[in-house]
């Protein structure tokens, strides 16, 4: 009963709900997590609507393009990842006609939905294979030594305003909403590959610990 409450609470999923529709609720709430960083070209709410359900219903199409394309896959990491990045690029392909939109809003588009749908779900096929969602707490839980911060990976890779890459820091630290695709990637290989090293699974157990604890070291 809780679950079912917290379902149509936070996504406003019910429980007759077709797997398509949760799919589209979950893309239609991942784009609250981006929407404040888009810099549009336009101030017609209906041309706003218009394009982001164009996307949240190319997304709904995308989700089982992907999990086919994982199944079948000999290295799944890889196929998982080609098909993560021609979405993404889809996706700025399409927004660019309304907005000034990067990579890294695209990634933060995808990466949430795929992240709640796993939420709701409780497993997936593709769970090993999920980006992390990537913004500022990410970022600081990534590229930070704070000692009072156990799931920080202490790494040098957070892209910086200037072109190179570091520990994060909110001054000199590029936004994630500006991101490259080549920043983007960089970032996710090293993340991996740290946590490849660590005690956890996949790379989306270590950031769901990972943000909550830099979420509450920031209150």
């Not at 990466?111 to 939420?119: D, G, S």
Request: hydrophobic content about 35%.
């Amino acid at each position: 009963m809780v679950l079912e409450f917290l379902k149509y609470a936070y996504f406003n999923i019910i429980k007759d709900d077709s797997v398509n529709n949760v799919l589209s609720k979950c893309a239609n709430k991942a784009y609250m997590d981006l929407c404040r960083t888009i810099r549009f070209k336009t101030d017609d709410g209906n041309i706003k609507a218009e394009y982001k359900t164009t996307i949240c219903d190319m997304l709904v199409n995308e989700y089982d393009v992907l999990i086919n394309a994982v199944k079948i896959a000999d290295d799944k990491q890889i196929v998982f990842d080609e098909e993560h990045n021609r979405i993404c690029e889809k996706i700025c392909k399409t927004y660019s006609e309304i907005s000034e939109f990067t990579y890294g809003q695209a990634q933060k588009w995808l990466n949430m939905m795929l992240k709640y749908v796993l939420l709701i779900e409780g497993d997936s096929i593709l769970k090993s294979y999920l980006h992390i969602p990537v913004d500022s707490y990410i970022m600081q839980a990534v590229g930070s030594d704070n000692s009072k911060l156990k799931y920080c990976l202490n790494l040098e890779y957070v892209p910086k305003k200037n072109g190179t890459v570091g520990k994060y820091s909110q001054s000199t630290s590029k936004p994630w909403s500006k991101w490259n695709y080549e920043e983007y990637i960089t970032f996710q290989n090293c993340i991996r590959e740290a946590i490849s090293e660590s005690g956890y699974s996949s790379p989306i157990e270590w950031e769901n610990g990972a943000w909550i604890e830099v979420a509450e070291y920031r209150k």
